[in-house]
């Protein structure tokens, strides 16, 4: 369905096909856009994680897509919906990382086998409060701890739900009831004295698909309140022991369209609490996702194993005092905008080197900024555990790196095997034609606007029982 609310307004976008591939360089390094005053709003980023963009009201298509996110939906009425918003990579760790400081997994290095930031890149968290913002971070997903990735560095509050009874070990509520309480709880007891930058991840949408008996009741009456879609599902068609025509993907769906609507519901009592205590009208609000989800596509559940467009494909909303909506706008963006947009709200002034964060307050991008997504192969551990559950199992196009652009219509897919697939989306949407061998030096020029992805080096953390339980439990290591 689509959003309710007004008709949007929507900023149109320019085709770039191979006769302007002379044209890629030229949109490289894009600056990021500081115009606005600094008044100092308060800053809330809000992660729906693991959250396709076509459940949302923002990817619904001519009535044929359901959303699950009325709250999200309703929020873009208010400001500025985003349609063509990408992740810089498939799961947790990179993207987030992205997130927090404006930078391509390739440059902040943080990927599946070499889980801690350590850039020396400032974060968000760090610009704001030492520009005098409260920083605060409430989540449940064990990646974002310091013990894991230290990637919510300069967050001076941390309220972590990733473990025990309200966590991801309780099925049907991965932390986010929990969460909501710590940050009703922190509104009521700050003094305001300071502006200050909230981050929220809601991990509910995750696996394993269990939502909660409300909705079940409302919308999954004829499955039973016992079905749960776990993770081991997943890792049973991925490693090939489970063919996918042997899964109920309907039911599947079903199942994590109610985790993502749980997680909607949860950014919904987020925004209320701002507005019971009279912080909404003021603060920038920002919701996104850190990428999606597969569901039987391309023969995999979970989101690993490449950079399809089911993961990568994201939503975003900005709502923001100034920045009226209903407007979707068309023009490419990714997640590594979150940071730079959080920066010009704030009225930082100061420059970071982030040449790939935009502030999306400011002008559109043209059509031919280029959009990255960068993969460096499954985590070791996970790989590890498939070949475990199927020994005849060939892994190794599960360790591929994939690195892809897009500019415009135009679509590059290097691998770590040495395969190039280049697309005119907008003549072959369904790349079903590789035009890299005919195509040399369309392929050179968007090689020049791609980041080298290198392997970092793998990370023998030291992860106690219990880190390492939750870690089970979402699937990534056993």
């Known amino acids: 369905m689509r959003s309710p609310g007004r008709p949007r307004r929507a900023i149109g976008r320019r085709k770039v096909s191979l006769a302007a591939a002379a044209l890629i360089l030229g949109a490289l390094l894009l600056p990021i856009s500081c115009s606005r005053a600094p008044d100092r709003p308060n800053v809330v980023i809000v992660v729906l994680d693991t959250v396709r963009f076509d459940h949302t009201g923002l990817g619904a298509s001519g009535g044929s897509a359901v959303s699950s996110t009325p709250n999200l ?76 990735t230290g990637m919510l560095r300069g967050f001076e509050l941390k309220e972590d739900e990733s473990g025990g ?183 930082i002034r100061g420059k970071p080197d982030t040449p790939h964060s935009r502030s999306l307050l400011g ?13 460096t192969g499954a985590n070791s551990e996970l790989v590890r555990h498939l070949r475990k559950l199927n020994p005849e199992l060939d892994t190794s196009p599960l360790e591929v790196r994939y690195s892809k652009v897009r500019v415009g219509d135009l679509e590059l897919t290097i691998a770590g095997d040495g395969s190039e697939r280049l697309y005119d989306l907008g003549a072959d949407p369904g790349r079903e034609e590789n035009l890299a061998a005919a195509n040399p030096g369309v392929v050179n020029a968007l090689m020049e606007a791609m980041p080298a992805v290198r392997r970092s080096d793998e990370q023998n953390l030291e992860i106690d029982e219990e880190m390492r339980e939750r870690l089970r439990a979402l699937g990534y290591i056993r």
Not at 93 to 100: I, K, Q, Y
Not at 123 to 138: C, N, S
């Open 165 to 347: 009874g309200t966590g991801i070990l309780n099925r049907s509520d991965q932390g986010g009831l929990a969460t909501v309480a710590n940050i009703g709880s922190w509104l009521a007891r700050r003094s305001g004295d300071r502006p200050f930058l909230m981050f929220v991840n809601f991990l509910e949408p995750h696996l394993p698909y269990d939502p909660p008996q409300s909705y079940r009741a409302a919308h999954l009456s004829d499955i039973a309140r016992s079905d749960v879609v776990e993770t081991r599902l997943a890792h049973e068609v991925n490693s090939g022991l489970l063919d996918l025509s042997n899964v109920d993907l309907e039911r599947v769906r079903r199942l994590y369209a109610g985790d993502v609507h749980t997680a909607d519901r949860h950014l919904g009592s987020v925004l209320q609490l701002l507005r019971d205590h009279g912080l909404y009208d003021d603060a920038v609000i920002i919701v996104t996702s850190d990428h999606g989800e597969n569901l039987g596509d391309h023969g995999f559940l979970d989101h690993q194993f490449g950079v399809f467009d089911t993961l990568i494909e994201i939503p975003l909303v900005v709502r923001a005092p100034g920045h009226p909506g209903p407007v979707t706008r068309d023009d490419p963006v990714m997640i590594t905008d979150v940071y730079a947009t959080a920066l010009d709200a704030a009225g």
């Open 363 to 375: 002008e559109a991008s043209t059509d031919d900024r280029p959009r990255f997504a960068e993969y």
């Open 73 to 148: 939906d309703r929020l873009a009425t208010e400001g500025i919906a985003f349609s063509r918003a990408w992740a810089t990579g498939p799961w947790t760790v990179p993207s987030h990382a992205s997130l927090v400081s404006g930078l391509l997994p390739s440059m902040h290095r943080t990927t599946g086998n070499h889980w801690r930031f350590d850039s020396d890149a400032p974060t968000v968290a760090e610009v704001l409060r030492d520009a005098g913002y409260e920083t605060a971070a409430f989540f449940s997903n064990p990646w974002l701890t310091d013990q894991l």
